[in-house]
C-alpha cells in the first residue's frame, strides 16, 4: 500500500479519479438481488484534519457499489464531509467548494488584503500597523491568538446548504450527528440540532488553533479529543450495522514538530489513537471497516487536500467484498439518491424580521447602511454573506455569524456580532531601520492611536506618532458624510522636524533640518475597498537651518500653502512583497501666494506598481514620474530617491531631483511559506532599475543624470514588515554595496 501512492504521484488528479473509477467498475463484485434492509446502516467517519477529505473517495465508492446509508455520524473534518452529505449535498459539489478554498486565508484571521478597508491598507503600506492592540479600562487589550474562523464559517455554511436553526438534524436528507467535547467537563457532546454549519465548527474547533465554540451553555471543542471515530454512537442512532472508515492519525516525527501549533497537534493526535483502537474493538462481524492509509499526508496539509481522495477511493476498493452485502439494486438507489438530495431543493424562506445580537460600540445603523437583504423578500443567502463579509472586513469584530429561524414559509434572520475583543480605541506600532554596512543608517519608530466610532456615522481619529530620521506628529479627524456614503471630510494638523541628507557622489557632504506645521482640511470620496479621491488646502511654515557640512541649501524660513488632489488605487494583495495585483497614485500641489505660499510651482506625481505570478515565480514592474513644469523647484518640492525598489543600494535621499522618472523590474520566487503568526513568505530575488534624475535653475547641487543599480536580494513578508538583506551594483559610483533594511524607516 506505501508504494501504490507514489507510481500515481506523476498523474494529475483528475486522470487519477478517472483511472480509479474504472478500477472500481471493474473490481465491483456480483450485487445480491435480494438485499437485507432489516438493519440499519450507520455511516462512523473520523477526524484527521486535512487527511479528512479522503472522505469523499470512500463516499465516491459507496455510490458506486449502490450502497445507501440510513444515518452518518462524524468527527471532526468526518463531521464536515458528513454533515455536507447528510444535508444532500452532491459529491462533484463538494469536490468543487473544497478545490476553490483559499486554506491560507481559512486559517487566518487577517481579512485577505483586498478585502481590508482602504485607510487600513494605507497604513500597512507605511508599516504602521505591524502591532496592533486595543487599550481600555486603564489595560492593554491584546487580540485573540486563536484563530476566530469567519472564513472557516462561511465556508462550512456553504456545505450545510445554509444557516438554517434545525430543531434536529434527524430532518436532514440523512439522520446526522456530529461529535464534540465539552471543554469544561471533558464529556463527549453529541451535536443534534441547530445550524448544521455551527455543528461542523465546533466539531473541528482544535484547542489552541481555533477559539471554542459556545453551544447551549456549553464551550465545545474538537471532538477527536474524547471520540475520534463513533461507532458506538452510530450503532445506536441508526441499531444495526456500522460502515466505519477511519483516516488515521500518525504521530509527527521530532523534526516535524517546530511550532506550538505542531505540538498541541501531536498531542492530540497521541490522544485520540488511544479511543480510536478502543472504537475499532467494538466493530462485529456484519460491520465494514475502511482503513485509509495516506503516506506522508499529515492533519495540517491543506493544499494537499484533494490528493487525499484517490487514497480513500483505493481504500474502499480494497474493501469491497465485506462492502457488497450493503448493495442494493438500482431502482431503490435510485429512490433513496433522490430522497437524500430533496432537501437542498427547499424553496427559500420569506424574511421577515432580522435581529442583531451582541452590539457595544458599533451602531445597529452600520447593518441597516449595509445589508441588502429586505424584509418581505425570499431569503438571498449568497447576497447576505457578501455583505456581512463586507461588514466583518472593516474589521470591528472578532466574529460575524448568521443563523436563519424558520416558521414555516417565513424566516428571521438572527445576526451574532461579537466585537473585537481589543475594543475600538486601537494603538498601533511599525517603522523600520535601514543600514549599508558602511555606518550609514535610517531611521523610523512608529506609534499611533485610533478611536473608531466617535459618532454613528462612523468618525474615526487617528494621531500617528513618527521618532528617527523624521520627527512627526499628525492628527487627522475621518469623518464620512453618513455610513452607506463614500463621500468624506477630513481636517488635520501636522508638526514635524526632518533632517534632509544632501549627497555628492555617494558622500554625504551637509545635513539640513526642516522643521514647522501645517494644517489642512479635505473634502474626499473612498471608492469602495480599493481607492480614494481627495482634494484639499494645506497652510503652514517651513524653516531650513544646516546641521553640518557647508551651506549647500539656504537657511530660511517660507509660509506653505498649496491646493492639493490625489486620486490612489491598491489592488495588491501585499503591499511589499505582492504576488497579484496593482496600485497606482496620482498626487498634484499647486503652490502659490494667493494660497499663503512665498512659492509659484506645480508639483505632480504618478506612482505605479503591478505585479504577476506562475506558481512561485513573480514579477513585479514599478514606474515613477514626479516632477514639475516649473522645473526648478525649492528644496523642500524635490523627490528623494533610494532604499529598495527605489533606486536599490543607495542610501535614502542620496538621490534628490526637480524632476526624477525611475522604472524599475522585479524578480522574486517564494522559498518557504511563513506561519500566519510569523509572516506571508520567505523569497529570493534580483531587481533591476533605471532612472532619469534632473535638476534645474538655482540648484546648488549637481545634476544627478542617469543612474542605475541591480541587486541580488533574499527578503521576508513578516508581521513587523518587509525584511531585505542584499547585495547591488551601482554602475554610475562603481561600487557594490551591501544593505540591510527591516521594517519601513520612512
Avoid at 484 to 509: C, H, Q, T
Wanted: with cysteine; aromatic share 8%; proline share 6%.
Amino acid at each position: 500500500m506505501g508504494a501504490f501512492p507514489s507510481r500515481l504521484s506523476p498523474i494529475p488528479l483528475k486522470l487519477r479519479l478517472f483511472f480509479l473509477l474504472l478500477l472500481s467498475l471493474a473490481c465491483a463484485p456480483v450485487y445480491p438481488q435480494v438485499p437485507d434492509r432489516t438493519k440499519g446502516v450507520a455511516l462512523v467517519l473520523s477526524g484527521g484534519g486535512a487527511r479528512g477529505v479522503a472522505h469523499v473517495g470512500v463516499l465516491k465508492v459507496l455510490e458506486d457499489m449502490r450502497i445507501p446509508v440510513d444515518c452518518i455520524v462524524g468527527t471532526s473534518m468526518g463531521a464536515i464531509v458528513g454533515g455536507a452529505y447528510a444535508s444532500g449535498m452532491s459529491l462533484p459539489g463538494m469536490v468543487r467548494e473544497i478545490n476553490a478554498v483559499d486554506w491560507g486565508n481559512m486559517f487566518s484571521n487577517n481579512v485577505p488584503r483586498e478585502d481590508q478597508p482602504f485607510r487600513d491598507k494605507q497604513d500597512a503600506a507605511r508599516n504602521r500597523s505591524a502591532i496592533v492592540m486595543g487599550y481600555g479600562d486603564g489595560r492593554l487589550l491584546l487580540p485573540q491568538s486563536a484563530i476566530s474562523g469567519q472564513a472557516m464559517d462561511r465556508f462550512l455554511n456553504r456545505l450545510a446548504g445554509g444557516a438554517e436553526v434545525l430543531p434536529s438534524f434527524d430532518s436532514l436528507s440523512l439522520p446526522f450527528r456530529a461529535v464534540a467535547t465539552d471543554l469544561e467537563s471533558g464529556a463527549e457532546v453529541l451535536l443534534d440540532k441547530g445550524p448544521l454549519w455551527r455543528a461542523m465548527r465546533a466539531s473541528m474547533a482544535v484547542p489552541g488553533v481555533f477559539l471554542p465554540i459556545e453551544n447551549d451553555d456549553r464551550l465545545l471543542v474538537d471532538g477527536g479529543l474524547v471520540m475520534n471515530l463513533p461507532v458506538d454512537d452510530g450503532r445506536r442512532l441508526c441499531g444495526g450495522r456500522v460502515i466505519a472508515v477511519n483516516l488515521g492519525t500518525p504521530p509527527q516525527l521530532r523534526d516535524r514538530l517546530l511550532t506550538a501549533t505542531d505540538i498541541v497537534l501531536q498531542a492530540i493526535n497521541l490522544a485520540l489513537e488511544q479511543n480510536v483502537r478502543q472504537q475499532i474493538e467494538r466493530l462485529g462481524p456484519d460491520d465494514a471497516l475502511i482503513q485509509v492509509e495516506l503516506g506522508d499526508i499529515t492533519s495540517r496539509d491543506f493544499d494537499r487536500a484533494l490528493e487525499t481522495v484517490p487514497y480513500g477511493t483505493i481504500a474502499a476498493l480494497k474493501q469491497s467484498a465485506s462492502l457488497a452485502r450493503f448493495s442494493v439494486d438500482a431502482e431503490t438507489y435510485a429512490k433513496w439518491q433522490a430522497q437524500r438530495q430533496q432537501r437542498r431543493k427547499q424553496p427559500a424562506p420569506v424574511v421577515e424580521s432580522i435581529a442583531i445580537e451582541g452590539l457595544k460600540v458599533v451602531p445597529q445603523r452600520l447593518f441597516g447602511a449595509t445589508l441588502s437583504q429586505k424584509l418581505g423578500e425570499p431569503l438571498d443567502t449568497s447576497r447576505l454573506e457578501t455583505d456581512i463579509g463586507q461588514i466583518y472586513s472593516r474589521g470591528d469584530f472578532d466574529r460575524l455569524r448568521y443563523s436563519v429561524l424558520r416558521d414555516g414559509p417565513r424566516a428571521t434572520v438572527q445576526i451574532e456580532a461579537d466585537e473585537k475583543a481589543s475594543g475600538p480605541n486601537l494603538l498601533r506600532f511599525g517603522g523600520g531601520v535601514a543600514a549599508d554596512f558602511e555606518g550609514e543608517s535610517t531611521v523610523g519608530v512608529y506609534a499611533g492611536f485610533s478611536r473608531r466610532w466617535l459618532n454613528t456615522r462612523g468618525a474615526r481619529w487617528d494621531v500617528d506618532m513618527q521618532l528617527g530620521n523624521t520627527n512627526r506628529i499628525r492628527s487627522e479627524l475621518y469623518q464620512p458624510l453618513d455610513l452607506d456614503s463614500g463621500w468624506f471630510v477630513a481636517p488635520s494638523v501636522e508638526l514635524f522636524n526632518r533632517v534632509l541628507p544632501i549627497f555628492v557622489d555617494g558622500r554625504k557632504l551637509s545635513e539640513n533640518k526642516e522643521r514647522g506645521g501645517v494644517l489642512g482640511l479635505d473634502l474626499g470620496y473612498e471608492m469602495g475597498m480599493w481607492g480614494e479621491l481627495r482634494a484639499g488646502w494645506r497652510r503652514g511654515d517651513r524653516k531650513s537651518e544646516v546641521v553640518s557640512g557647508p551651506v549647500l541649501y539656504p537657511e530660511r524660513t517660507v509660509a506653505d500653502g498649496s491646493l492639493q488632489v490625489s486620486a490612489v488605487i491598491d489592488r495588491l494583495d501585499s503591499p511589499f512583497f505582492p504576488r497579484h495585483g496593482y496600485a497606482a497614485r496620482l498626487r498634484g500641489e499647486l503652490h502659490d501666494p494667493s494660497f499663503g505660499d512665498d512659492h509659484h510651482y506645480l508639483f505632480t506625481e504618478l506612482d505605479g506598481d503591478g505585479a504577476m505570478s506562475l506558481g512561485a515565480n513573480v514579477l513585479r514592474l514599478h514606474g515613477f514620474f514626479t516632477g514639475s513644469p516649473d522645473r526648478d523647484l525649492p528644496e523642500v518640492g524635490r523627490t528623494q530617491l533610494g532604499g529598495p525598489f527605489r533606486l536599490t543600494g543607495y542610501r535614502y535621499g542620496e538621490i534628490a531631483g526637480d524632476q526624477v522618472a525611475l522604472a524599475s523590474a522585479a524578480y522574486y520566487r517564494l522559498i518557504t511559506r511563513l506561519p500566519d503568526s510569523v509572516g506571508r513568505g520567505v523569497y529570493a530575488g534580483a531587481t533591476a532599475e533605471w532612472a532619469d534624475v534632473r535638476n534645474y535653475g538655482a540648484s546648488l547641487t549637481p545634476n544627478p543624470g542617469r543612474r542605475r543599480a541591480m541587486s541580488l536580494f533574499l527578503g521576508a513578508d513578516t508581521v513587523l514588515g518587509p525584511l531585505y538583506l542584499g547585495a547591488s551594483y551601482l554602475p554610475e559610483l562603481g561600487e557594490m554595496r551591501y544593505y540591510l533594511q527591516i521594517g519601513q524607516p520612512q
